[in-house]
């Protein structure tokens, strides 16, 4: 890639076959006297040869709202990239208002970090998963292949380490067919009345069904039928009593940490999602100088 920008012969209005290196990736101020050509070079030549190129890189029926760009009288620019140019007016004084908002290309980074962005757990710093269904089966019938002559439970564990006497779920379960429940690692029947300690933290976990290399068919029903009761997360129990948790949602397994999917407005400074809570987005925050009191 090029590390300068170099302009032969620039002879656009006031300038007299100017020749000029500017470095890349640096901030470059063009100074001089009233009339010395500042303007030309930057907006008349240098803006307007960025221009030029980029609508011609677009197809014919874009450009014909576009209009036609003229090119610069110059003998050579080399080393230019699509630009942009700031109005030169005076600049509003809110400090929400930045180069990026002002040319629109913070809209467009917004969009590329909510489409691209890779979530780390805030805990352990190990990257979010997420599954689909058909990747879920699919991962799950590998590990049973490899096994073919033991059994592997797929479970729904609906709650985790969450205080409550969850009734109201009991019943629920019951209502839909479930006639077991696996509650503190322990087998209880939804018939029965089981009562629970509202005050103390709970796992539950419904036993969805069996599965070895032989009934493999029944793995999709019982994949998208514990996904469906648990809103998206699903347990392999292996036959050493280890298991494997698999979810259709940006998490964290081993922190049991879930959020929901990136949004333009989590990386804006202007939105309540993704301003700092501290500056709320001002990018500075004002207090109290005790001594000045």
Do not use: W
């Not at 490899?146 to 439970?153: A, H, V």
């Not at 409550?164 to 839909?176: D, T």
Request: net charge positive; charged share 20%; proline share 4%.
């Amino acid at each position: 890639m090029a590390t300068k920008i170099v302009i032969k012969g620039a002879r656009v209005h006031n300038l007299k076959n100017v020749h000029v290196s500017i470095p890349r990736d640096q901030l470059t101020v063009i100074t001089g006297v009233s009339g010395s050509g500042k303007s030309t070079l930057a907006f008349d030549t240098l803006y307007a040869e960025g221009q030029r190129r980029y609508v011609e890189s677009l197809s014919s029926y874009a450009r014909q709202f576009l209009g036609i760009v003229e090119k610069p009288d110059v003998d050579s620019i080399e080393g230019l990239s699509p630009a942009i140019s700031i109005e030169q007016k005076s600049v509003s004084n809110n400090p929400r208002s930045t180069i990026g908002t002002t040319t629109e290309i913070y809209d467009y980074l917004r969009l590329l970090f909510a489409r691209i962005g890779i979530r780390h757990c805030y805990k352990c710093q190990k990257p979010f998963v997420k599954g689909t269904t058909q990747t879920i089966i699919q991962s799950i019938t590998e590990i049973v292949q490899k096994e073919p002559t033991l059994n592997f439970k797929i479970m729904a564990p609906l709650v985790q380490k969450q205080k409550g006497s969850h009734q109201n779920l009991f019943e629920s379960l019951k209502m839909q067919g479930f006639a077991t429940v696996i509650v503190n690692g322990t087998k209880c029947f939804t018939d029965d009345s089981i009562k629970l300690d509202k005050n103390k933290k709970h796992d539950i976990v419904v036993p969805i069904e069996q599965i070895d290399v032989n009934s493999l068919k029944l793995l999709p029903q019982a994949i998208e039928t514990a996904l469906k009761l648990t809103n998206g997360k699903v347990e392999l129990i292996l036959p050493d009593q280890t298991n494997k948790t698999y979810t259709t949602h940006s998490a964290c397994l081993d922190c049991d940490i879930s959020i929901g999917e990136l949004d333009p407005r989590d990386f804006s400074f202007n939105s309540p999602n993704g301003a700092c809570q501290s500056c709320h987005g001002l990018g500075a925050k004002h207090s109290f100088d005790p001594d000045l009191i």
